[in-house]
């Protein structure tokens, strides 16, 4: 069988994803500009502003003299390899061998593929069809070798092409040295000495184009024309974590799910522990007779490949699921993994015993009232009441600034709550205040404290805040909002003191 | 009981060695009801002081369940205030602490000595929640002490609580607030925690230290009785009963 390659290129790479996500520069002339010798240089351009002479290298001050209306954005370099990456994943579903070819193509092993789709003329339109669907710009080429398949995506005159099988040579006949990626200097020599065209100098003696251009350009061309193979370097993507347990008869019982779980956490542990690898959630299925799926799903709060831990988990749950007829596939899911060291579990034992008992506590809470309900505070730098912490991540985040010093209630209502006081003068605390109609007589009072809106998160009133004590003892936290002016200033009560 | 057979035939009617026998043999009674004394590092080191003396062996019971009753929110903060000098004491060797039930202002909690990151707050209103959390984190015996929040306390459910807390010695604090009513529950100790006015010194102006009534209502071999304790300088301080003498009101504002 034939070996065939597709090559595909995006000349408007980056800036066809930047127009993807902002839709409003669609057609429009931009440039992706990045930093480079003090001066901000061009690195990606989009069609528009290539039709009007701009291209990648140029600085980007004469661009805009070109074109006063250019917009400008910064790029990002590690952009392009991620994006890459991502569409050679997408290329899968065409053939199972997919590469990327940086900086802003892909290359497709389509060997024994395009029947599927009626033949090659349909799959080529298919591919690039769908491409251009999502906004790219697309050329591409079908090719029994790597690099005529690169070289007419690049240089040929249309935008897709298909090379016959064995026609290589007179595929590369029109096409420009640069078709068969030379070097700079070698290319240089070649078009001194009048050879625009592949087809000059491909039939020259070998021994001659040795001696004058070097070997890497017979390299080249063998690898254009077939007489040496090329090298592919697939994309794999990661398998997913995934274990099945068909069962023979359909499983009804408790007993029997909680045999299956066993069963398929002992798998997923074997081969969590070859990869160094924790589970941080997790989904076990039951398929039905009837052909419905009931699943329970835990997680964990770090990493855990532990057996019987999870099991416990999932244990918590295993009574939400209605057999009704009886299961007869169970599969284990783990959507979100970690890296777990080796021999952790070991380790656990001597070094913080005690943390992992606490951790797994957490993750039963977790798995019974929900991930959400568990909280650990760590300070955040406001002063802004309910801004002046924030949930902690994990177990071992420690606080990244100390925590203030300031006298706080014990308890802080969710919401101020209004009450009416009477308030001798100005910036004075209230005589009395009712809430909740009791009222409270103010026997002592600390204050005012003034906090500021932080206006750079939300605007609105300041707060002057009074520590109070009523005649009986309760300690109240009241703020006055806003200045005493043209209309009447509210109170709230805030907290309650110890 | 591991009880040498010579004691009781013991012929010495020295006084000394006969209060000795009776503190062994108290000891051995209190073990077989549950009750353990403390290790060193479970002290709560709070200046608690003729508090402490209320109880077997003048020593503040860990590794058991305290129940403290509140009515209104005044009293919750008081209760909730006392509670965190307690732990505060509890907590200073590291570990951490189970809040479960409505959480606290976690800023408020450096004034009683506790690093707020050192608390992990279980928040859920379903009391059937409330009860298996607690449960759950008294069976564990890494954590340092367990705080439960809520309002109605079965007697069943609280024995379940106490036989957790015996396998894992941790401290267990029940908060019922406006419990509907006061029933007998398992604790070793019942605590009723109300405000008290402040005071600053020389009748300065302004809200002094937090002042609270105490009153132990129940104490499993101990005996109750009610104090006043101010929390100051990081530890509580017990006023003497003169302290009480009720103040001359003047208003002290501005």
Same mark, same amino acid.
């Given at each position: 069988?034939?070996?065939?390659?597709?090559?595909?290129?995006?000349?408007?790479?980056?800036?066809?994803?930047?127009?993807?996500?902002?839709?409003?520069?669609?057609?429009?002339?931009?440039?992706?500009?990045?930093?480079?010798?003090?001066?901000?240089?061009?690195?990606?351009?989009? @069609? /528009?502003?290539?039709?009007?002479?701009? +291209?990648?290298? !140029?600085?980007?001050?004469?661009? $805009?003299?070109? =074109?006063?209306? *250019?917009?400008?954005?910064?790029?990002?370099?590690?952009?392009?390899?991620?994006?890459?990456?991502?569409?050679?994943?997408?290329?899968?579903?065409?053939?199972?061998?997919?590469?990327?070819?940086?900086?802003?193509?892909?290359?497709?092993?389509?060997?024994?593929?395009?029947?599927?789709?009626?033949?090659?003329?349909?799959?080529?339109?298919?591919?690039?069809?769908?491409?251009?669907?999502?906004?790219?710009?697309?050329?591409?080429?079908?090719?029994?070798?790597?690099?005529?398949?690169?070289?007419?995506?690049?240089?040929?005159?249309?935008?897709?092409?298909?090379?016959?099988?064995?026609?290589?040579? @007179? /595929?590369?006949?029109?096409?420009?040295? +640069?078709?068969? !990626?030379?070097?700079?200097?070698? $290319?240089?020599? =070649?078009?001194? *000495?009048?050879?625009?065209?592949?087809?000059?100098?491909?039939?020259?003696?070998?021994?001659?184009?040795?001696?004058?251009?070097?070997?890497?350009?017979?390299?080249?061309?063998?690898?254009?024309?077939?007489?040496?193979?090329?090298?592919?370097?697939?994309?794999?993507?990661?398998?997913?974590?995934?274990?099945?347990?068909?069962?023979?008869?359909?499983?009804?019982?408790?007993?029997?799910?909680?045999?299956?779980?066993?069963?398929?956490?002992?798998?997923?542990?074997?081969?969590?522990?070859?990869?160094?690898?924790?589970?941080?959630?997790?989904?076990?299925?039951?398929?039905?007779?009837?052909?419905?799926?009931?699943?329970?799903?835990?997680?964990?709060?770090?990493?855990?490949?532990?057996?019987?831990?999870?099991?416990? =988990?999932?244990? *918590?749950?295993?009574?939400?699921?209605?057999?009704?007829?009886?299961?007869?596939?169970?599969?284990?899911?783990?959507?979100?993994?970690?890296?777990?060291?080796?021999?952790?579990?070991?380790?656990?034992?001597?070094?913080?015993?005690?943390?992992?008992?606490?951790?797994?506590?957490?993750?039963?809470?977790?798995?019974?009232?929900?991930?959400?309900?568990?909280?650990?505070?760590?300070?955040?730098?406001?002063?802004?009441?309910?801004?002046?912490?924030?949930?902690?991540?994990?177990?071992?985040?420690?606080?990244?600034?100390?925590?203030?010093?300031?006298?706080?209630?014990?308890?802080?209502?969710?919401?101020?709550?209004?009450?009416?006081?009477?308030?001798?003068?100005?910036?004075?605390?209230?005589?009395?205040?009712?809430?909740?109609?009791?009222?409270?007589?103010?026997?002592?009072?600390?204050?005012?404290?003034?906090?500021?809106?932080?206006?750079?998160?939300?605007?609105?009133?300041?707060?002057?805040?009074?520590?109070?004590?009523?005649?009986?003892?309760?300690?109240?936290?009241?703020?006055?909002?806003?200045?005493?002016?043209?209309?009447?200033?509210?109170?709230?009560?805030?907290?309650?003191?110890? | 009981?591991?009880?040498?057979?010579?004691?009781?035939?013991?012929?010495?009617?020295?006084?000394?060695?006969?209060?000795?026998?009776?503190?062994?043999?108290?000891?051995?009674?209190?073990?077989?009801?549950?009750?353990?004394?403390?290790?060193?590092?479970?002290?709560?080191?709070?200046?608690?002081?003729?508090?402490?003396?209320?109880?077997?062996?003048?020593?503040?019971?860990?590794?058991?369940?305290?129940?403290?009753?509140?009515?209104?929110?005044?009293?919750?903060?008081?209760?909730?205030?006392?509670?965190?000098?307690?732990?505060?004491?509890?907590?200073?060797?590291?570990?951490?602490?189970?809040?479960?039930?409505?959480?606290?202002?976690?800023?408020?909690?450096?004034?009683?000595?506790?690093?707020?990151?050192?608390?992990?707050?279980?928040?859920?209103?379903?009391?059937?929640?409330?009860?298996?959390?607690?449960?759950?984190?008294?069976?564990?015996?890494?954590?340092?002490?367990?705080?439960?929040?809520?309002?109605?306390?079965?007697?069943?459910?609280?024995?379940?609580?106490?036989?957790?807390?015996?396998?894992?010695?941790?401290?267990?604090?029940?908060?019922?607030?406006?419990?509907?009513?006061?029933?007998?529950?398992?604790?070793?100790?019942?605590?009723?925690?109300?405000?008290?006015?402040?005071?600053?010194?020389?009748?300065?102006?302004?809200?002094?230290?937090?002042?609270?009534?105490?009153?132990?209502?129940?104490?499993?071999?101990?005996?109750?009785?009610?104090?006043?304790?101010?929390?100051?300088?990081?530890?509580?301080?017990?006023?003497?009963?003169?302290?009480?003498?009720?103040?001359?009101?003047?208003?002290?504002?501005?």
């Amino acid at each position: 069988m034939h070996t065939r390659y597709a090559a595909i290129w995006f000349p408007y790479l980056i800036a066809d994803r930047m127009a993807r996500r902002r839709p409003e520069l669609y057609g429009k002339p931009f440039v992706l500009a990045a930093p480079e010798q003090g001066r901000m240089k061009v690195t990606a351009v989009s @069609a /528009a502003a290539r039709a009007e002479g701009i +291209a990648p290298g !140029r600085v980007v001050a004469d661009c $805009r003299a070109i =074109l006063p209306e *250019l917009r400008v954005f910064d790029d990002r370099p590690e952009q392009a390899g991620k994006l890459l990456y991502a569409l050679a994943e997408w290329g899968l579903r065409y053939t199972p061998v997919a590469a990327v070819d940086p900086p802003d193509g892909l290359l497709l092993d389509i060997s024994g593929c395009p029947h599927l789709w009626g033949g090659e003329q349909l799959y080529l339109e298919a591919l690039t069809g769908e491409l251009e669907g999502y906004g790219y710009h697309v050329r591409a080429a079908i090719a029994d070798t790597m690099a005529t398949a690169w070289a007419v995506s690049r240089y040929g005159q249309q935008r897709a092409t298909i090379v016959p099988p064995d026609e290589q040579a @007179a /595929a590369l006949h029109p096409l420009p040295p +640069a078709a068969l !990626r030379l070097e700079p200097a070698t $290319r240089e020599r =070649l078009e001194k *000495l009048g050879f625009y065209r592949i087809g000059r100098f491909i039939h020259l003696p070998r021994p001659a184009l040795r001696r004058r251009f070097g070997e890497a350009l017979l390299r080249r061309m063998d690898l254009a024309l077939g007489h040496t193979p090329g090298v592919i370097r697939p994309i794999e993507p990661a398998a997913p974590h995934t274990e099945r347990l068909p069962c023979l008869e359909s499983i009804r019982t408790a007993t029997g799910i909680e045999i299956a779980l066993q069963r398929l956490l002992e798998a997923l542990h074997r081969r969590l522990e070859r990869e160094g690898k924790g589970l941080r959630s997790g989904i076990f299925k039951g398929h039905r007779v009837d052909g419905q799926i009931r699943q329970i799903a835990v997680a964990t709060t770090r990493p855990s490949r532990n057996v019987a831990h999870l099991f416990k =988990l999932f244990a *918590l749950q295993i009574s939400r699921l209605e057999p009704d007829l009886g299961f007869e596939l169970f599969t284990l899911e783990a959507p979100v993994v970690e890296a777990l060291p080796p021999g952790q579990e070991t380790l656990w034992e001597m070094s913080s015993h005690r943390d992992s008992a606490i951790a797994e506590l957490l993750d039963r809470i977790a798995g019974k009232i929900g991930p959400q309900a568990i909280r650990r505070y760590l300070p955040d730098e406001h002063y802004w009441p309910e801004r002046s912490y924030k949930v902690a991540a994990s177990l071992q985040e420690q606080p990244a600034a100390a925590w203030p010093d300031h006298r706080r209630p014990l308890h802080l209502l969710p919401r101020p709550e209004r009450i009416r006081v009477a308030a001798p003068i100005p910036d004075y605390p209230p005589m009395l205040f009712v809430y909740k109609g009791k009222i409270h007589k103010v026997s002592k009072a600390d204050g005012p404290e003034r906090i500021e809106q932080e206006w750079w998160i939300e605007t609105g009133q300041q707060r002057d805040y009074y520590i109070v004590e009523d005649e009986t003892g309760g300690r109240y936290w009241l703020f006055r909002s806003g200045h005493y002016d043209q209309q009447k200033p509210e109170w709230f009560l805030h907290g309650f003191f110890a | 009981m591991a009880m040498p057979i010579e004691n009781r035939h013991i012929a010495c009617p020295d006084t000394d060695a006969k209060a000795h026998i009776f503190q062994k043999l108290q000891k051995e009674i209190l073990a077989l009801q549950g009750l353990h004394k403390p290790g060193e590092s479970l002290r709560v080191n709070a200046g608690l002081g003729a508090v402490e003396a209320a109880f077997p062996d003048g020593v503040f019971p860990t590794g058991a369940m305290h129940e403290f009753i509140s009515q209104g929110p005044e009293e919750a903060a008081a209760t909730e205030g006392f509670m965190a000098g307690l732990l505060g004491g509890l907590m200073q060797q590291g570990g951490f602490c189970l809040w479960v039930g409505s959480p606290l202002f976690p800023p408020a909690l450096t004034r009683f000595g506790i690093a707020p990151e050192k608390i992990l707050f279980v928040t859920t209103t379903r009391p059937k929640e409330i009860l298996w959390a607690v449960e759950e984190g008294l069976r564990c015996a890494g954590l340092t002490a367990v705080v439960g929040r809520l309002q109605e306390l079965s007697f069943t459910a609280a024995r379940r609580l106490q036989l957790a807390v015996e396998q894992s010695r941790v401290t267990g604090f029940i908060h019922r607030c406006r419990p509907r009513s006061e029933n007998t529950i398992a604790c070793v100790a019942r605590w009723r925690i109300k405000p008290l006015p402040a005071r600053t010194e020389d009748a300065l102006p302004g809200v002094g230290h937090p002042r609270w009534t105490v009153q132990l209502l129940r104490a499993r071999n101990g005996k109750p009785g009610a104090w006043q304790l101010e929390w100051a300088e990081g530890r509580f301080h017990v006023l003497p009963p003169a302290a009480t003498a009720p103040e001359v009101r003047i208003r002290k504002i501005g």
